[in-house]
C-alpha cells in the first residue's frame, strides 16, 4: 500500500500501462494493474496479467473508484486493468452539458 498524490506518474509491472494520479484519497491505497501492484517509473516489474484483470486500459480515459476519492489518468494504454483495494476502476463519464434552451 502507498500514499499517493497527485501529478506521481506510475506504470504496471505486466503490462505497458502508464497512468498519472489526478485525484487521491487521504489514505493509503494498493493500486494495481493486471492483478500486480503500479510501480515507480524507474522501476522494473515483471510477471504476467492475472485472468481476471485483463480488461485492458484506454489511453486519455480517467478512470475512478466508487468513493470518487480516486483519479487515475491513463497516459499509455496496455491489456491489464486497473483496481484499488481489490475493487476494479471504472471509466468516468462524462459530464453532460447545459442545455442551450
Known amino acids: 500500500m502507498a500514499l ?53 486500459t484506454q489511453i486519455g480515459k480517467r478512470y475512478v473508484n466508487e468513493a470518487g476519492d480516486l483519479e487515475i489518468l491513463c497516459t499509455k494504454p496496455g491489456e491489464g486493468s486497473l483496481a484499488a483495494g481489490g475493487t476494479a476502476l471504472t471509466i468516468k463519464g462524462a459530464k453532460p452539458l447545459p442545455s442551450s434552451d
Open 4 to 56: 499517493l498524490k497527485a501529478g506521481t506518474r506510475l506504470k504496471s509491472a505486466v503490462c505497458n500501462t502508464e497512468v498519472m494520479i489526478v485525484a487521491a484519497p487521504k489514505d493509503e491505497v494498493e493500486v494495481t494493474c493486471g492483478g500486480a501492484p503500479l510501480v515507480a517509473m524507474g522501476e522494473e516489474g515483471g510477471g504476467t496479467i492475472a485472468d481476471d484483470a485483463k480488461e485492458g
